[in-house]
């Protein structure tokens, strides 16, 4: 295929640089998670572009590199200098000069700032006029595009601007799909859109003259484990446990005394409690609470109100049956209100559970371990007490506090191929199970799948005016490979050879599932905070 050969425009400061002074030339465009660069080899006759020369480079220039064929030579990046090297044999001489794009001012300031409830749009646009200093308006338009997402509260402090805009575009979300991009564009503008929402109008099509077409399962993940927000409640109403719906209350057991029994009249929480009264004869009482294998592993707390017509005297404690009499966790005492029967007395006791899972750490010195009892199969919550006379035990509002709401989700076809790949999440803005389902799902149906990624060489593109930028989506077909499908272009090299006259250009691609905005899936009809706020992990 023929074509014209590359043309290339350089400027530095007020320095032109004549296209025969170059020797080699590549910009490499990045975007997200880089931004571009440059480097050019130019010939350095009588010390021309030296320190002290005729037309001398600095550190610190700012520049524009243009690049392309026959009449059209469209800019590629507006840079700055920022490295100058000569180099010198003795007939020739040289100077090499790099440096990356405006982008780059994305590295100078730190931020120590606190959002809220600000759009992801409002914060990048905050960044870029207040720390940065880069123009996002190109011919009235406004480039920093709108997100679905706000977010209730971000903090930072000495935080650079490039990991808060990497934070915004990896949670932002647009109609549905979370990820935005964000560039710095040939004309220094910058740029800030949803994911695959623009597609390049340059055609590949009989012009790849080199591919390589490959697969990974570095990142597939099919185990996906997601929590949400420390404030799941066992049962999810703080009383339930307390609240029979029959006397005797069900699942409720009496171990020893003369019962146990709801009552109506002495209530904290709700309409009922429960209490146990003692054995007339030995003044003790010992009841349960029926669990059913609880895993309270992931709660921090375990909380209840107690009262009494009296104190107990000789002994009080409570048990966590994991799974029986055997093999349980004991507080040798809790707090009971005696004063008046209004006089009800919160108990919050503290979980102190091990790394490895079954076994006890006793942070707090409030609970000890008789067998091998399992955090994982908590099967009843026991009481006892005794006085030294007849009296009434109280218990209402009995449950498990500070618990991560979670959900595990799984693809076995996946496993099957690729073998169990795990991977935890946790959000602090998911306020259910089903949220973290939500997501986990979202998450599952991303990473299941090897990812794909093709690197493209061709020294007969043209663009014409419109180069090829990353970001932007670019449909590839590679017949041998059975590749028929749209890209996204993680960067672009343009690489100008004078010695050959060729420009050849690299293209990465990568293909990935979009990640679903999981809570617009059954979520849209809940309150912005649940389903459009988010309250992020530090940076």
């Not at 990048?124 to 997402?149: A, F, I, M, P, Q």
């Not at 109008?201 to 570095?218: A, C, G, M, P, T």
């Not at 927000?229 to 307390?242: C, E, H, K, L």
Request: hydrophobic residues 35%; charged residues 25%; contains cysteine.
């Amino acid at each position: 295929m023929s074509v014209e050969i590359p043309k290339c425009a350089i400027a530095f400061g007020s320095i032109g640089v004549p296209q025969g002074d170059v020797i080699d030339l590549r910009v490499h465009l990045g975007c997200t998670k880089e931004v571009s660069s440059f480097e050019v080899l130019l010939r350095n006759w009588d010390e021309k572009y030296s320190p002290g020369g005729t037309y001398p480079i600095n550190v610190g220039m700012d520049g524009h590199i243009d690049i392309g064929r026959g009449a059209s030579v469209p800019q590629i990046i507006t840079c700055r200098v920022e490295s100058v090297k000569c180099e010198s044999l003795p007939t020739e001489n040289y100077i090499r000069v790099s440096g990356r794009c405006w982008g780059e001012k994305l590295f100078r300031r730190v931020v120590t700032k606190t959002y809220e409830n600000k759009k992801g749009e409002e914060i990048v646009k905050d960044l870029l006029d207040y720390y940065v200093g880069l123009s996002h308006v190109r011919d009235s338009t406004e480039l920093v595009e709108d997100t679905d997402t706000t977010y209730t509260k971000l903090e930072y402090e000495n935080t650079p601007v490039f990991d808060i805009l990497k934070y915004i575009v990896e949670s932002s979300d647009k109609a549905g799909v979370i990820g935005f991009d964000f560039r710095v564009a040939p004309d220094a503008k910058f740029e800030f859109f949803p994911r695959n929402s623009k597609a390049s109008s340059v055609s590949l099509n009989e012009k790849i003259e080199q591919s390589e077409y490959r697969k990974d399962i570095f990142g597939v993940r099919n185990k996906i484990s997601v929590y949400g927000a420390q404030n799941r409640m066992d049962p999810s109403d703080g009383d339930a446990w307390t609240e029979p719906a029959s006397e005797p209350p069900e699942n409720w057991v009496l171990d020893h005394g003369e019962g146990v029994h709801r009552s109506g009249i002495y209530v904290k929480v709700g309409s009922y409690s429960i209490f146990g009264r003692a054995d007339p004869s030995t003044y003790r009482v010992t009841f349960h609470r029926n669990l059913s294998g609880l895993s309270p592993f992931y709660y921090s707390m375990l909380k209840f109100w107690c009262v009494s017509q009296y104190v107990p005297q000789d002994h009080r404690w409570i048990r966590l049956l994991a799974p029986d009499d055997n093999n349980y966790f004991q507080k040798s005492d809790f707090t009971v209100g005696y004063t008046s029967m209004s006089d009800w007395r919160l108990n919050e006791l503290p979980l102190g559970k091990s790394q490895e899972y079954d076994a006890l750490t006793n942070p707090n010195g409030i609970w000890t371990k008789t067998g091998s009892p399992s955090w994982f199969n908590i099967s009843a919550i026991k009481f006892e007490a005794q006085w030294n006379l007849q009296w009434d035990l109280y218990i209402d509002g009995l449950f498990f506090d500070k618990g991560r709401f979670k959900n595990t989700q799984e693809d076995s076809t996946s496993q099957n191929n690729y073998g169990v790949r795990e991977l935890v999440d946790t959000d602090e803005e998911l306020y259910s199970d089903n949220e973290c389902m939500l997501r986990a799902k979202a998450i599952l149906a991303q990473l299941k799948d090897p990812a794909e990624y093709l690197t493209i060489r061709s020294t007969v593109i043209d663009y014409g005016n419109t180069p090829l930028l990353p970001a932007d989506k670019i449909h590839v077909t590679l017949p041998n490979e059975n590749v028929n499908a749209d890209f996204r272009i993680l960067s672009v090299e343009y690489h100008v050879d004078a010695k050959t006259q060729t420009l050849e250009i690299t293209l990465e691609l990568g293909r990935e599932r979009p990640l679903l905005a999981d809570y617009l899936y059954a979520l849209r009809s809940k309150t912005d905070h649940l389903s459009r706020h988010k309250i992020p992990r530090m940076i």
